[in-house]
């Protein structure tokens, strides 16, 4: 085979494929070149005058390498691998960093695996990164347990990439035994380690990053930004479904440039079908002004740099023929991407066939809980002034706010107010676990909404202001084996069923797209504001590894002060 790339590579024989005529961006120099590019096989073998045994004519067409996404959960669009890949692939996407934390938070490595098995006979690289922080935290009750002896067995795995972000970074900076014992564990197979270290400075971040970590998705300040890149890190610019941080392009010059990746993180369905993935992150951050060129070569070569992802990345010979065929570099739209030189999309449409799923049982059949009634969702506290949750539109970081309530019969009644009970039932072992607080500003009225996709323990987190609402969300959630819920006080139920780990959906892109559609804007009907996510910004009301206030199905939790707090206010 190498023989017959080089004789291609010098003309004496036909290309595979070839691109002809065509503009493509050259990552290397940052430049917009014109000519040909030729493929044998699996390789681009030259740029330049080729002739081949199949010709794309791309006059007027830009030609950029297969996008690369640096950090995503597939389990966060709700589709199986092989309906996640139809969705992005058309439209661009080659190559993905997969952290599948998420399911294996509830089924262990069955999980993990499960990821693996799905994505082998799908046009798309999985990179899969075994998650590192199983559960996320100690105080909360999860599906699996990895701790350091399970990551030392699994990291060596051939199908395991790297180690996932590190979400625990109190653990990296203070030492802890078994945080250190994972780290270690990678570093001895060779392997990548992802980060994930909000507001993370100093000499902290000094020892942070003395775990050998590369990256991170967190940053929100430009003066955070400004310390990790000078630090060595590679900075993920997040384009999320609820959590975004493409503002933190205008800190992108020509000095450290080389040094930020495009991520999407948490991506759901409807926004893969109606906006697009990385290519929808591309046509944002040239809208608001930055080089396309720039922005490409983050989407492409810095990624592939960061991650040792040898040979991808660019349009040079012996480069992987992962490429996008697009109309321009303002709509970014595909009309053509190959996939190791094979055409795997036209037109915005799959070529390949995903009708066969990968679906093991091993990963059906999560919620386990108690039939569960009214009186389990009452708030009784001393006095009448608590803590309330609240959270900002697009992100995930909660606020605190201290309010007045009306205590009645040993239950807080927030009917009629701008307050909503929140809480989170343990669905993994059954403990009856229930975590409860006050959340102000959702919107929410006369009636419950749940979800089983509930960071990163994924338990059932509940919303409402009537407990039987609450309870009947609960048992339908159970009933249904995770999904969404929605129930109107005295009235309807809609739902939509996430068979997967309570995550994903066995059903195809289109029709969870139309279900998931159509039950958001039920929940919009029922006064979810608009700004919201409708069930997604929930599913982060319990991630204990992003400040300021979280709640557990152990209790609410401080994440400043890394520990339980009362519900009631001084």
């Known amino acids: ?122 046009p798309l690289d999985v990179k899969l990164q075994l998650p590192s922080c199983v559960p996320a935290t100690p105080f909360e009750t999860s599906g699996a347990r990895l701790d350091g002896g399970e990551i030392s067995k699994h990291i060596k795995k051939d199908y395991i990439f790297g180690l996932g972000e590190f979400m625990n970074y109190p653990g990296v900076i203070n030492c802890d035994r078994d945080v250190i014992k994972k780290l270690e564990a990678a570093h001895a197979e060779g392997k990548i380690i992802d980060g994930h270290a909000p507001a993370v400075y100093g000499k902290e971040l000094n020892a942070y990053l003395c775990g050998g970590i590369t990256t991170d998705h967190e940053c929100v300040t430009k003066e955070e930004i400004e310390e990790k890149v000078s630090k060595g890190m590679y900075i993920h610019i997040r384009h999320g479904s609820s959590t975004q941080n493409l503002g933190n392009a205008k800190f992108i010059n ?80 595909a009309l053509y991407v190959l996939k190791d030189g094979k055409l795997v999309a036209k037109d915005g449409k799959a070529l390949f066939d995903t009708s066969k799923r990968y679906l093991p049982k091993t990963v059906l059949n999560t919620v386990h809980l108690k039939e569960l009634c ?3 969702f009452k708030i009784s506290i001393k006095g009448n ?16 706010e201290i309010v007045e309530v009306k205590n009645e019969d040993g239950d807080i009644n927030v009917k009629g107010t701008d307050l909503l009970k929140l809480a989170v039932v343990e669905r993994h072992k059954m403990t009856g676990n229930i975590g409860k607080a006050i959340f102000k500003g959702y919107g929410l009225k006369g009636g419950a909404m749940g ?54 959906s066995s059903c195809d892109a289109e029709n969870l797209q139309s279900y998931s559609r159509a039950i958001i804007e039920q929940a919009h009907g029922m006064g979810v504001k608009r700004e919201y996510e409708a069930f997604m910004s929930l599913a982060f009301l319990s991630l204990a590894v992003i400040p300021r206030l979280k709640i557990l199905d152990t209790g609410l939790f401080d994440v400043e002060k890394f520990a339980f707090t009362a519900l009631e206010a001084e």
């Open 1 to 122: 085979m190498l023989e017959k790339l080089i004789k291609a590579a010098k003309g004496e024989v036909k290309a595979d494929v070839v691109l002809k005529n065509a503009s493509y961006i050259d990552v290397f120099s940052g430049k917009i070149s014109k000519g040909d590019i030729a493929i044998v096989g699996e390789k681009i073998v030259g740029t330049g005058n080729y002739d081949g045994e199949t010709e794309i004519d791309c006059t007027g067409l830009t030609v950029l390498p297969g996008y690369i996404d640096g950090h995503v959960h597939i389990e966060s669009s709700q589709l199986s691998p092989e309906e996640f890949a139809s969705l992005i692939v058309p439209r661009g996407t080659t190559t993905i960093i997969a952290d599948p934390h998420e399911i294996t938070n509830v089924c262990g490595m069955d999980g993990c695996e499960y990821i693996s098995r799905a994505s082998e006979n799908i």
């Open 451 to 504: 979800i089983t996709i509930a960071h990163d323990s994924h338990n059932v987190i509940l919303l409402g202001d009537d407990n039987a609402a609450m309870a009947k969300a609960a048992n339908k959630l159970k009933e249904i084996g995770g999904g969404m819920v929605l129930v109107e006080t005295g009235g309807e139920t809609h739902y939509l069923t996430l068979d997967v780990a309570g995550l994903m």
């Open 385 to 400: 002034k608590v803590k309330a949750m609240t959270i900002e539109p697009g992100g995930v970081v909660t606020g605190c």
């Open 374 to 376: 009214a009186d389990d």
């Open 254 to 333: 020509a000095h450290n440039s080389r040094r930020f990746i495009l991520c999407t993180d948490d991506r759901h369905a409807a926004d893969l079908k109606e906006k697009g993935h990385i290519d929808d992150a591309l046509r944002r951050l040239v809208k608001d002004g930055l080089d396309p060129v720039t922005a490409v070569t983050c989407a492409t070569l810095n990624c592939a740099e960061c991650y040792n992802l040898k040979w991808r990345g660019a349009i040079a010979p012996f480069w992987f023929a992962d490429l996008v065929v697009v109309d321009g570099l303002k709509n970014f739209n």
